[in-house]
């Protein structure tokens, strides 16, 4: 079973995935992780996607169907938070026509106001080994520039720069918004408020997943 989490670039839908996964019986896909990890090891879809990704635009849904295939596996047990994915409408069809193995149960859309957005990921830093993320004022790391969990070096995305941001931003507006319309359209939408501290938005999804798995 696969439950969307959707939501524009800064939204929190990775770290809140991240938290989520720490709990039992579900597993963060993030179609972005994959693709920075490919970029990494400089495979064949790592050279391709790299130039896409530092100029915030989209990766080809292709390539995107390629990486959806080798994250999500064969039918799994866990529930999956797929983050990142679908981007654009085409994408949501692509993942309806998995249903048989792999049914989305929820498209929860993480909606935090536009201004906090560029907020949010202007001041986001990564540890370059570990992955783990902070941001400058709302989470910083007790040593500035150290991640807390590995020592590693604490660096800017490329694509959090103003101008990538700017792109990622409308991107989202012209081709991921309509994916909510895909989502009410089959009655799986859900509204979560992304406003707030991490805990109480972390909260208030681990509210709707419980809600899901009663169901
Ligand atoms: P993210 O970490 O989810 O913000 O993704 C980082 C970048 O990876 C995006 O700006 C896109 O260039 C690319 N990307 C991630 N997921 C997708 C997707 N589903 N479709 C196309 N491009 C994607």
């Known amino acids: 079973m696969i439950v969307v989490l959707t939501g524009a670039p ?38 391709q996607a790299e130039a896409v990704m530092a100029r915030g635009e989209l990766v080809s849904d292709d390539i995107l169907f390629e990486i959806l295939r080798q994250e999500l596996g064969p039918k799994a047990e866990e529930m999956i938070l797929l983050d ?14 998995l249903k048989d193995v792999h049914p989305v149960v929820a498209a929860i859309h993480l909606d935090v106001d536009p201004h ?27 040593v500035a520039g150290v991640c807390d969990k590995c020592d590693g070096a604490l660096q800017q995305r490329t694509d959090d720069s103003e101008e990538c941001v700017r792109t990622r931003l409308s991107v989202y507006e012209s081709l991921t918004k309509p994916v909510l319309e895909f989502y009410k359209e089959k009655g799986l939408y859900q509204r979560v408020d992304g406003m707030g501290r991490t805990e109480e938005v972390f909260g208030k999804l681990k509210g709707s997943l419980d809600g899901l798995r009663l169901a």
């Open 10 to 47: 800064g939204a929190g839908k990775g770290t809140q995935a991240d938290l989520l996964s720490a709990l039992k019986g579900f597993r963060k896909v993030s179609t972005g992780d994959a693709l920075r990890k490919h970029v990494r090891m400089k495979s064949p879809i790592g050279l």
């Open 84 to 97: 990142g994915y679908p981007r654009n409408v085409s994408q949501a069809k692509t993942l309806d026509s």
């Open 116 to 142: 906090e957005l560029v907020n949010r990921l202007s001041g986001r830093r990564v540890c370059a080994s570990c992955g783990a993320t902070f941001h400058v004022t709302m989470t910083p790391s007790k």
